[in-house]
C-alpha cells in the first residue's frame, strides 16, 4: 500500500488529514506554519489524490484500515507519537486512529465534522437534504459509481462550490484526481454507512473515549445545531475545546491562519 506523503520541518510529529474532495494540498499554508516547530506529515488518504486505490472488500476503506495507513506512514518515519488534525473525511480518519491508538495519539483535532455515528444521529427531515451525498454513496456498488463517473466535475464541483465561501486556490487539482478517484471514494463513504458505524457504536457501548486533549473547529450551524454538536463530542471528549470558525467548510484553506493557531493552542495543552 503506498500513500503519496508530503513531510517538512522538524520537531515532534503532527499529521494533517484531508477531506472530500480534496488532497493533502489543502493545508498547504497551515503545514508551513506549523513546520517552524514540528515535523508535519500530509498524505493523500488511501483512494484519493496520489494514494493507491485498493479494490474494496467490503473493509478496504473503513476508518479503522485508514487510520492503520497514517500510523503506520509516522512510524515509517521514526514517530511513534504524533499529534492529529483531520478535516471532513481526515476528521474521521483522525477519531478512529485516535479511539483504536490511544498511546500513539498525543493531540486530536477535528475539523467541520460530527463523529460517523453522531452524524448519522443527526441527519433528519428536510435539514439532512444537505448530506444528499452521504445517502447517495451508501447505495450498493453500482448505481452511485455509474452516476458520478457521468459528470464527475459536476459532482464534486458542486460541493467545491457551494462549501466554500469563494474560489478554491487547488480546485482544478481536486477535480482531476477526483475525477480519477470515484470507485474509491464511493468506497468510502459506503464504509461510513456501514463498518465505521459498527465500529464506533462498539466504542460507544463499551464506554471509550478520546484520552488525549481535542480541539473540534466547526462553522457556524445555527445555535440549535451548534449547541447539539458541542453536547455530542463532550461525550466522546473529556478534554475538549470547541470554537466556531468564520468561514466555510474549507476552513484550512479559507481561514489558514485561525487554523494554524487553534492547533498551536492544542499543541500547547
Known sequence: MHLNVAVGGDGPAAVLLHGFPQTHLCWRDVAVELAQEHTVIVPDLRGYGDS???DDTGETYSKRVMAADVVAVAKNLGFDRFALAGHDRGALVAIRAALDHPQTVTHLASLDVFTTLDMWDVMAGRAAAV?????????????????????????????????????LEHREIYLEKSRAAVTSIVADYRASAGIDVDHDQADRDAGNHLRMPVTVL?????????????ERWQAWAPDLEHRTVNCGHFMAEEDPTTITQALKDLLKR
Open 218 to 230: 466547526q462553522q457556524d450551524w445555527g445555535q440549535a445545531m451548534t449547541g447539539q454538536a458541542v
Open 52 to 54: 493507491d486505490k485498493p
Open 131 to 167: 448530506g444528499f451525498h452521504l445517502y447517495l454513496m451508501a447505495q450498493p456498488p453500482g448505481l452511485p459509481e455509474l452516476m458520478i463517473n457521468t459528470v464527475p466535475d459536476e459532482f464534486f464541483g458542486h460541493f467545491l462550490d457551494i462549501w466554500a465561501n469563494g474560489p
